[in-house]
């Protein structure tokens, strides 16, 4: 198969819709990162998702919507947390988990008896939700298991041939992929951080459970409520160890233990301390929307042969840095060591 690379014109929109309606993939930008995106409603063509993703079947999908007025259509027993939410945050970076309708495939729940759905902030994408009239399922596009796609070219690298189109709509804003905030329970759980914070939500909500998926090593065989957490993710090909702690600190341990093969992923702050090491900085410590932004292009730019391991430097605080610090730790496997103290794979 060819993948054909659209703009988002009009009349690439409407192409990119006809092939949706047509049970084709298309990768698709939001302000979050790319997605893999196919007619929510069809089986089949959710199917080819997990196929050209090599993602296990069990992880369920993201229904994207065009506006909240879609929410009952495939959603039941929907709280008045969720209109809260939904008339705030969307179109955002904010997806709700709620109770699904037999409508929804379970191709698409993962067999699951909730659905995920969001409504991505991006005109065109909206609008190629608009055209094609069915909700759009799609996962992040790229390849199982490796860093998210932010820009068109990510997702060509890792879906060309694989894929019917992809449309063109720059790099993304946000970078790190949705808010998951699951209403179905008594209590609204967190369960992955993104662009919308956990101080934002537990502020409106009055309450939030963070999951201990968000912040811990998950078993492989564990049950969690998202599938899509105890998966190995983000991780280039690479081993990847965050370094905690001051900034002297950790580039005298970095410079210590440097050498052939190994790499550095700092803030651009910190560049001249690791002069010589070619650092790669993927946004600045102290704008940390840069950091969300950068950090996959970062990590892809470092999933080369001659790369063996990387050097991490990982925000601290609240705000987007739990996004960040969240897949940063899935890409190491949670593997971290204190610069300080020397003890590794301190939470
Ligand atoms: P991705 O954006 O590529 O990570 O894929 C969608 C994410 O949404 C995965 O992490 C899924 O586990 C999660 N997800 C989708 N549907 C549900 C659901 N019904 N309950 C919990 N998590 C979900
Ligand atoms: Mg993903």
Request: aromatic letters at 4%; a negative charge; charged letters at 25%.
């Amino acid at each position: 198969m060819t993948t054909q690379l659209l703009t988002t014109s009009q009349q690439d929109l409407e192409k990119a819709a006809e092939l949706i309606k047509a049970g084709g993939l298309v990768g698709i930008p939001t302000e979050t990162v790319y997605g893999l995106g196919a007619n929510g409603l069809d089986p089949e063509a959710v199917k080819k998702i997990f196929e050209a993703k090599g993602r296990p079947s069990d992880n369920p999908l993201i229904l994207h919507l065009h506006g909240a007025f879609q929410i009952p259509d495939y959603c039941r027993d929907i709280p008045d947390a969720a209109w809260l939410l939904a008339g705030l945050y969307w179109p955002g970076p904010l997806t709700m988990v709620l109770p699904v309708r037999d409508n929804v495939p379970k191709r698409t729940t993962g067999g699951l008896d909730t659905v995920a759905v969001r409504c991505p902030d991006n005109d065109a994408t909206r609008e190629i939700i608009r055209l094609a009239g069915v909700p759009i399922a799609a996962p992040s596009a790229n390849l199982s298991g490796k860093p998210s796609t932010t820009t068109a070219e990510h997702v060509l690298h890792d879906m060309d041939g694989k894929i019917d189109a992809i449309v063109d709509g720059g790099p993304c804003r946000v970078g790190v992929e949705s808010t998951i905030v699951d209403l179905t329970g008594p209590v609204p759980r967190l369960l992955r951080p993104g662009g919308i914070t956990p101080e934002e939500l537990e502020e409106l909500l009055g309450q939030l459970v963070i999951d201990r998926a968000v912040t811990g090593e998950i078993a492989a065989d564990a049950v969690v409520r998202a599938p899509g957490m105890k998966y190995k993710h983000y991780a280039p090909a690479a081993e990847v160890l965050i370094v905690d702690g001051s900034r002297e600190a950790a580039a005298r341990y970095i410079r210590e233990r440097f050498t052939g093969g190994d790499a550095v992923l700092c803030f651009e702050e910190e560049l001249p301390l690791y002069q010589g090491l070619s650092p790669v900085a993927y946004g600045r410590e102290a704008e940390p929307i840069t950091l969300s932004a950068g950090l996959f292009a970062a990590l892809r730019s470092l999933d080369r042969g001659d790369v063996k391991r990387i050097f991490a430097r990982c925000p601290v605080g609240g705000g987007i840095n739990v996004a960040v610090r969240n897949r940063l730790r899935k890409s190491a496997g949670f593997r971290i060591v204190n610069a300080e103290s020397g003890d590794e794979n301190e939470k």
